[in-house]
């Protein structure tokens, strides 16, 4: 059977997004899971991948669809606030010597890092567009982290972003107060029926709605150009 049409197609400015995982998971996973969502957004967006350092299991949502023996990793160790101030060192270490990068595109904890990270480099470092997919923190976790040394946290996130979560994510209260940290008028968000995962083409109704979400901070981002 041949892959579906892909939806409706804009003519828009093609934009660089660096990719975050969630944990237990490494690049090739997310790419994987944000296949369909990649070839639905068209519009001949690029995508490069940070993986990170911490090695941990295979997610166990994972197991059943992933290779087991692949290594896996976490961008930080929640057992371990220092490891939390040294992943957004990384990552902002990564923007610097492999961007420009026009938009962030984070799944789980990725997202969680993601918004850290632009909440205390968006005065600094030009990202357009932020795209957080089922955004989730260990539980009791701030949002944007456990306070650190270097430079503060500036909220609302002055950028456009796109949300997007499903009602049966057990980490559904994260995303929806990330979207409370973000510009209003520039957010974008979206819940699906589903749980902690990205719309797959199975999905279509809730890849299209993800798709739209993204296409409007898309649009939004290129019109503060």
């Known amino acids: 059977m041949g892959r579906n049409p892909p939806f409706e197609q804009t003519q828009g400015t093609a934009m660089h997004f660096l990719c975050l995982h969630g944990v237990g998971s490494n690049s090739q996973i997310l790419e994987a899971q944000t296949a369909a969502l990649r070839y639905e957004l068209g519009d001949g967006h690029t995508y490069d991948y940070a993986e990170g350092t911490v090695p941990c299991p295979v997610d166990p949502g994972l197991a059943t669809y992933f290779p087991t023996d692949d290594d896996c990793f976490a961008y930080f160790d929640p057992s371990r606030p220092e490891s939390f101030a040294t992943a957004l060192h990384h990552l902002a270490e990564f923007l610097e010597h492999e961007g420009p990068f026009d938009g962030i595109l984070a799944f789980s904890q990725g997202a969680q890092v993601a918004a850290a990270l632009l909440a205390r480099l968006q005065a600094h470092y030009p990202v357009r567009c932020a795209i957080f997919l089922s955004a989730a923190t260990p539980d009791g976790a701030p949002i ?24 049966a994510d057990r980490h559904s209260d994260t995303s929806r107060m990330l979207s409370t940290l973000c510009r209003p008028e520039w957010c974008s968000p979206f819940v699906h029926s589903g749980g902690h995962a990205v719309p797959g083409g199975r999905e279509r109704g809730s890849l299209k709605g993800a798709v739209n979400a993204i296409r409007r901070t898309v649009d939004f981002a290129e019109g503060l150009q």
Do not use: R, Y
């Not at 944007?144 to 796109?162: F, S, Y």
């Open 144 to 167: 944007l982290g456990p306070p650190t040394n270097d430079a503060g946290v500036e909220v609302p996130l002055q950028l456009p972003t796109a949300h997007v979560w499903g009602e």
